[in-house]
T-cell receptor, first 115, second 114 residues
Framework: DVKVTQSSRYLVKRTGEKVFLECVQD?????MFWYRQDPGLGLRLIYF???????EKGDIPEGYSVSREKKERFSLILESASTNQTSMYLC??????????????FGDGTRLSIL | GENVEQHPSTLSVQEGDSAVIKCTYS??????FPWYKQELGKRPQLIID?????GEKKDQRIAVTLNKTAKHFSLHITETQPEDSAVYFC?????????????FGGGTRLMVKP
């Protein structure tokens, strides 16, 4: 069974801090994704990566950056946290292997509060 | 880019009744449409998906229909049970986009009353 692990379930940070959210998957998936989930807005894609050191902007990349130094790990970075980044953050991964539309597998999420 | 709209945002049904959730999409090139279920405090999980080469797919009490001409697809749950209570998300994807990127709808909170 696919395991996507996010480093924290709950996190409280202060405005202006640099925040790191970590995600690890154990299935050798090529694709990894970061979403934020807000009520009524569904899941909005922040960034995704289809290979080590590769990254692509999603729909709402402003204020965020990402890092993928190893295939299994994908990090989301809030460069200078602001209160409007208080949200639930979900990581996901999916297999590529030349076959499109493989299911995305999600982590449990990190509920981030910026005070 | 793709835009996916989902209705209704909340849906309350009596146990045993059917529930229908509808989504529309804007990009005619989209060809993959998954549905995810997220129970309270848990991760979203894929429950069913459909590709554009078929019009309907069933899995026990759930089914999905796709109308490519009208650019809409729907989730149907029959004989609803309390454990069906959750938030359901539809999504759309174009196989040509890098990384199999999904665009999600806003979600539907389904409540099944015993």
């Amino acid at each position: 069974d696919v395991k996507v692990t996010q480093s924290s379930r709950y996190l409280v940070k202060r405005t202006g801090e640099k925040v790191f959210l970590e995600c690890v998957q154990d299935m050798d998936h090529e694709n990894m994704f970061w979403y934020r989930q807000d009520p009524g807005l569904g899941l909005r894609l922040i960034y995704f990566s289809y290979d080590v050191k590769m990254k692509e902007k999603g729909d709402i990349p402003e204020g965020y950056s990402v890092s993928r130094e190893k295939k299994e790990r994908f990090s989301l970075i809030l460069e200078s946290a602001s209160t409007n980044q208080t949200s639930m953050y979900l990581c996901a991964s999916s297999l590529w292997a030349g076959i499109p539309n493989q299911p995305q597998h999600f982590g449990d999420g990190t509920r981030l509060s910026i005070l | 880019g793709e835009n996916v709209e989902q209705h209704p945002s909340t849906l309350s049904v009596q146990e045993g009744d059917s529930a229908v959730i509808k989504c529309t999409y804007s990009d005619s090139a989209s060809n993959y449409f998954p549905w995810y279920k997220q129970e309270l405090g848990k991760r979203p999980q894929l429950i069913i998906d459909i590709r554009s080469n078929v019009g309907e797919k069933k899995d026990q009490r759930i089914a999905v229909t796709l109308n490519k001409t009208a650019k809409h697809f729907s989730l149907h749950i029959t004989e609803t049970q309390p454990e069906d209570s959750a938030v359901y998300f539809c999504a759309a994807s174009n196989t040509d986009n890098a990384g199999n990127m999904l665009t999600f709808g806003g979600g539907t909170r389904l409540m099944v009353k015993p």
